[in-house]
């Protein structure tokens, strides 16, 4: 191997912002005195002109001479900016609200479907933000809405709607690797919502429906089974004792008397037809008359 050649992480470590490999230089350090003998002679407006705010959500990247001053931004509150050579830019900690629209994708299983959602990022280190990527926000959203397509493009349609969280959480991990060397930080991912064809929902809804009279016929055939199953045992019981089936006779009409109706139901027990008609209903034959 070649001692000459650097390695990749010595490679990476230089390209990495924020590290100055390399100081101003005898050009630079004769225009940074002249900077500062610029600012003495026309104290104090120079002071007005060099002193600038930052706010508390807010960080400056300065640039001296092109080259970023420090590995860290300035701020929040005063900082000095000398003229001619320093040029300071501001980056926006808070979170930003990223809203994806409605992205037409093609599932596995040859549905079409249109998805949106929103991300909600915020810029976590603002030398990179500035330095690494021409304009963060806008490559955040063209890289959420590609993560979209591509990671539910790989889902199924009942996937897609029975596991929004698991998608939305392996949209927010892509995004959060992706975005790291931007200096970004995905804090959360949701899908707001997913559109299906007409023609689709109807037949899904023809499915469900037909499923839940499915289910209904089988919990119907369940009862009727079960109610057979107690009749059967309740005719069992009331064949031992005649005196119970009496009893029920009794409390039937007791309750056909409160509900105030015009027909009244009498029991009569079968053994007084035996007397009245001659007939015997243990062998079906009719009793002869006595003399």
């Known amino acids: 191997m070649d001692p000459g050649a650097s390695s990749p992480e010595k490679l990476d470590k230089e390209n990495l912002v924020g590290i100055k490999s390399k100081g101003l230089g005898v050009c630079g350090w004769i225009l940074l005195f002249l900077s500062f003998l610029l600012m003495v002679i026309t104290f104090p407006i120079s002071i007005w002109m060099c002193l600038k705010i930052v706010k508390e959500y807010e960080r400056a990247v300065v640039f001296r001479l092109g080259r970023i001053q420090a590995d860290k931004a300035k701020g929040p509150g005063l900082i000095l900016i000398l003229p001619c050579i320093d040029v300071f830019v501001k980056v926006d900690l808070r979170t930003v609200t990223c809203n994806i629209p409605p992205q037409e994708i093609l599932t596995r299983d040859s549905v079409t479907t249109q998805v949106d959602g929103v991300v909600y990022y915020r810029i976590y280190s603002a030398v990179s933000a500035v330095a690494n990527v021409n304009d963060v926000h806008q490559a955040t959203f063209l890289l959420a809405q590609t993560t ?3 990671v539910l493009g790989t889902q199924t349609l009942s996937q897609i709607l029975a596991g929004r969280e698991e998608i939305a959480h392996s949209i927010q991990t892509l995004l959060d690797d992706a975005t790291e060397l931007w200096g970004i930080r995905v804090a959360r991912v949701e899908i707001k919502d997913v559109r299906i064809p007409v023609q689709l929902q109807r037949s899904m809804a023809a499915e469900a429906e037909a499923t839940r009279e499915a289910r209904a016929k089988v919990l119907a055939a369940e009862g009727e089974m079960n109610a057979s199953k107690a009749l059967k045992s309740a005719s069992m019981v009331l064949a031992e004792s005649p005196a119970a ?9 007791a309750t056909v008397a409160t509900e105030k109706n015009s027909t009244i ?3 009569l027990p ?6 009245i008609g001659g007939i015997t209903y243990d062998n079906h034959t009719k009793v002869p008359n006595r003399a």
Do not use: A, S
Not at 245 to 253: A, I, K
Not at 270 to 275: A, K, R, S, T, V
């Open 270 to 275: 079968i053994n007084m037809l035996e007397g």
């Open 245 to 253: 089936l009496q009893l029920r006779y009794l409390q039937t009409l």
């Open 265 to 267: 139901v009498f029991p």
């Open 148 to 150: 979209l397509r591509n």
